[in-house]
């Protein structure tokens, strides 16, 4: 005889906008740790080079927007050597594509998993995003050597990178969770990203300085673009380039607006996710 009584308990996404569920992602951080493990070993497995494509990626990069936007085009560079110059934006930039990308896709790369265990769906563009900083520490080494190779000294503003890193990832997830909620219904998304990604990189000042834009209107509808003030703010930070003054509070508000509106509209979209996939 069975006499004890049978308890189910019945998991229900949220039903409206105002719940978030934050603490929830909290208490998970250990499957969050986890998916970034993955992430980062995903991301290299069976290739020829490794991590070293942390270094190929952003230094092939460097030599050609150098070639061609340094010695061809003869762009200023702030005073700074242009390598320098170019490289200081590559490594927000290789962090904030590769965050956006990645945390696009994971949705859908995921499928498996979210479709067998109920867990908090947001760790997983969250891990994802999280995961390309191990890219960042590699590539950051490499700027270090870049230093001393021409005797460039960080100023003490370099203590502020944290500050503009957080905003890079803090769009990159905003755009990403928008991306990642789309792809699982329109695949489209998977397509369109490349060439997201490809305006985004030459609407931001990788390539060229931001105080090439002298209009006062022209810098501020420029600085809604929050790459605009981290990568300004990186090249202040790290060879003394001028500080990105006016640029970074619309930065600041675009990021956070991004980075809100994503989180709800992919807490509103999680429940269809495991019928769509």
């Known amino acids: 005889m069975i006499d004890a009584a049978l308890q189910v308990t019945r998991v229900e996404p949220p ?5 978030l569920r934050l603490r929830e992602v909290a208490e998970h951080r250990e499957l969050a740790a986890f ?31 150098t070639v061609v936007f ?5 762009l200023p560079s702030e005073g700074a050597p242009y390598p320098l110059f170019t ?22 790369g995921s499928a498996g998993l979210l479709t067998k265990v109920y867990f908090p769906r947001l760790i997983v563009p969250l891990a994802a995003s999280l995961a390309t ?21 960080p100023t003490p503003a370099i203590l502020a990178l944290p500050l503009f890193l957080a905003i890079a ?14 792809n699982v219904k329109y695949r489209d998304v998977q397509y369109v990203l490349p060439f997201v990604t490809q305006l985004w990189l030459f609407a931001s000042p990788v390539a060229y300085s931001a ?6 209107l022209g810098r501020a ?31 600041l508000l675009v990021a956070a607006a991004l980075l809100v509106s994503g989180l709800f509209f992919f807490k509103r979209m999680e429940d269809t996710f495991a019928d769509v996939i």
Do not use: C
Request: no cysteine; hydrophobic share 60%; net charge positive.
């Open 15 to 19: 039903s409206g906008w105002a719940e």
């Open 35 to 65: 998916l970034i493990w993955r992430d980062i070993k995903v991301r290299y497995k069976q290739t020829a080079f490794g991590i070293a494509w942390a270094v190929i990626q952003p230094v092939s990069s460097m030599i050609l927007f």
């Open 70 to 74: 340094g010695r061809l085009a003869q």
């Open 87 to 108: 490289f200081a934006a590559l490594l927000p930039w290789q962090v904030f594509s590769a965050s956006l990308v990645g945390s696009a896709n994971s949705v859908v």
């Open 133 to 153: 900083l191990a890219d960042f520490l590699v590539s950051f080494v490499v700027l270090i050597g870049l230093l001393a190779w021409y005797r460039v000294a």
């Open 169 to 182: 990832l803090a769009t990159s997830l905003g755009a990403g969770l928008w991306f990642a909620a789309l």
């Open 211 to 216: 105080t090439l834009i002298h209009s006062p």
């Open 221 to 251: 509808i420029y600085a809604l673009n929050p790459m605009t003030g981290v990568i300004q703010g990186f090249r202040w930070a790290l060879l003394g380039a001028p500080a990105p003054g006016l640029l970074l509070a619309p930065s």
